[in-house]
Each structure stands twice: as structure tokens, then as C-alpha cells.
């Protein structure tokens, strides 16, 4: 039977301890490796992926200081052998065609079935790719239908985190004013980083300024 080496990248632990319990069972894999934060996977496949190597990532795409979407890239750029599959709650327009364009091999959402989860695994490490129906289904809609503004597909949270970061918050402060953790806004900055395709605080700045958000009261 052949084993395959696997590496989770998920900043919560609930649903990290939740992906051990269900791949820990099976044999065929062996979890080399947990990780809550990209750069930490990015780093580790550098250093041993070569005399190592792992067959699949499983990562979600809300990760404070290095995302999914960058951890994927990363991989394919660098370790083109090793499968990625994406499990995560952030399924719009933008992030899920990024990571198409960036060859991930598979997304489903958090919220998918463990029997639908098993599937994937199976299918990226048999060679093929597994995308969910509602990741197909939103992937469809971005390429056949009128293309979606960016700002439309932000949240109203995620249009106030923007604001406060225009005017000049900190991130605690903000986390205090929102009443969230730090942790929280560092991820929504992260978010909103990507889906805006800005390359850092001051690209969101002049977003918001472009959205009129600093106008409002």
C-alpha cells in the first residue's frame, strides 16, 4: 500500500485537530507536519522537501502574516511535485480564481462532508483535481457572467476593518473597537490584501479612499 506524506497549514485548532483525528486513522497517510501560520510550511518544504518530500498540503486560505493563496503559489513555483488542496470558508470570486490560476489542485469548503474531504485527498494524490460544486459553481459565475467588482465581494466587516486601517488604527485599536482579537484583524488585513490585489497597507489606503469609505460617517 503506498503512504503519502501530508502537511496541514490552519490557524484554527479546532478544525486542525479535527483534520489529524480523520487522517490519523488511515495508514496510507502520515501527517509530517501541523503548521498555523504558511511561513512555516514554506520554510520547512525549502529546507526538506527535497530529501523529504511531501505529497500534499491541505491549507486554509485565512492565515495571519502568509496566506493560502501565497502558500499555494509558493508550492507550485517551488515545489511543483507537491499537491495542495485548499479547505477553507473564503470561497468568493476572487480567491477562488486566483488560486485556479495559480494551479491549485483542489478547494472545498470547510463546511463539506468528511466522506466529500476523503474524496479529494484521494483524487489530487491519485493525479487528478477535486474542486467542490460550490467552488465550480463559483468559479463558473466569475467566468461567464458580467465580472464582479472587487469591492462588492468584501463584507461589511471586512469594509470596516478597511476603513480603520485607512485612518490610520492600529491593529489593536481596531480589534478593540470592533471587538474582536488581534489575531482576527491581522487575518482580515491579510484577506484584504488579497482580494483587493494590493501589495500592502498603503495599496488598502488608497482602496478605501477609491470607495469613498473615508467619506463616510
Do not use: C, W
Not at 466569475?142 to 485612518?167: C, H, N, P
Request: charged residues 30%; hydrophobic residues 35%.
Amino acid at each position: 500500500m503506498n503512504t503519502y506524506n501530508i502537511i496541514i497549514a490552519d490557524d484554527h485548532k479546532m478544525f486542525l485537530d479535527g483534520l489529524i483525528s480523520i487522517l490519523g486513522n488511515n495508514k496510507a497517510y502520515t501527517i509530517v507536519l501541523t503548521a498555523d501560520r504558511g511561513h512555516k510550511v514554506a520554510k520547512y518544504l525549502d529546507i526538506n522537501n527535497a530529501t523529504e518530500p511531501i505529497d500534499l498540503v491541505i491549507t486554509d486560505v485565512s492565515m495571519p502574516d502568509y496566506s493560502g493563496i501565497e502558500l499555494n503559489k509558493h508550492i507550485k513555483d517551488n515545489h511543483p511535485k507537491t499537491k495542495t488542496l485548499v479547505v477553507s470558508m473564503l470561497h468568493d470570486t476572487t480567491t477562488v480564481q486566483t488560486l485556479t490560476q495559480d494551479n491549485v489542485d483542489g478547494y472545498v469548503p470547510k463546511n463539506a462532508e468528511k466522506e466529500e474531504l476523503l474524496t479529494a485527498i484521494e483524487t489530487i494524490l491519485n493525479g487528478d483535481k477535486y474542486f467542490s460544486q460550490s467552488i465550480k459553481e463559483v468559479y463558473l459565475k466569475g467566468m461567464f457572467s458580467k465580472e464582479e467588482k472587487l469591492e462588492d465581494t468584501l463584507s461589511k466587516r471586512e469594509k470596516e476593518v478597511l476603513k480603520l486601517i485607512a485612518q490610520e488604527f492600529t491593529t489593536q485599536e481596531i480589534a478593540d473597537q470592533l471587538f474582536l482579537s488581534k489575531h482576527t484583524i491581522e487575518s482580515y488585513r491579510k484577506n484584504l490584501i488579497s482580494k483587493l490585489e494590493v501589495r500592502n497597507l498603503a495599496g488598502l489606503t488608497k482602496y478605501a479612499i477609491k470607495l469613498g469609505l473615508l467619506e463616510e460617517e
